[in-house]
């Protein structure tokens, strides 16, 4: 699937197991002037994981100048008001 995050195109892939160098973590975001720039989220997750793990990567593809920190703060922060808000993947 592509989505535009700033203008610019990612492929957003669904990942079984994780690329090299990633298999640690549950997602990951190139830069948005890689070649190819993509974000990746590992399948498997319980769905509330998903959804924050989706909005973390969305928020690296957008603000590449934002911290970790601020990332994962902001990506907790939306997930839990979404999941209490109802939101649930179909």
């Not at 669904?14 to 948005?32: E, I, L, Q, T, V």
């Not at 601020?70 to 808000?85: C, I, K, Y």
Request: hydrophobic share 35%; net charge neutral.
């Amino acid at each position: 699937m592509l989505c535009n995050f700033r203008g610019v195109p990612y492929r957003v892939v669904f990942h079984k197991r994780m690329p090299k160098g990633w298999a640690k973590h549950d997602g990951y975001c190139s830069p948005r002037d890689s070649a190819s720039p993509t974000v990746g989220i590992r399948r498997g997750m319980d769905d509330e994981r998903e959804l924050e793990v989706t909005i973390h990567e969305a928020i690296h593809a957008c603000h590449w100048d934002l911290s970790e920190e601020a990332v994962e703060q902001t990506a907790s922060d939306l997930g839990r008001m979404l999941w209490a808000l109802g939101w649930r993947k179909t």
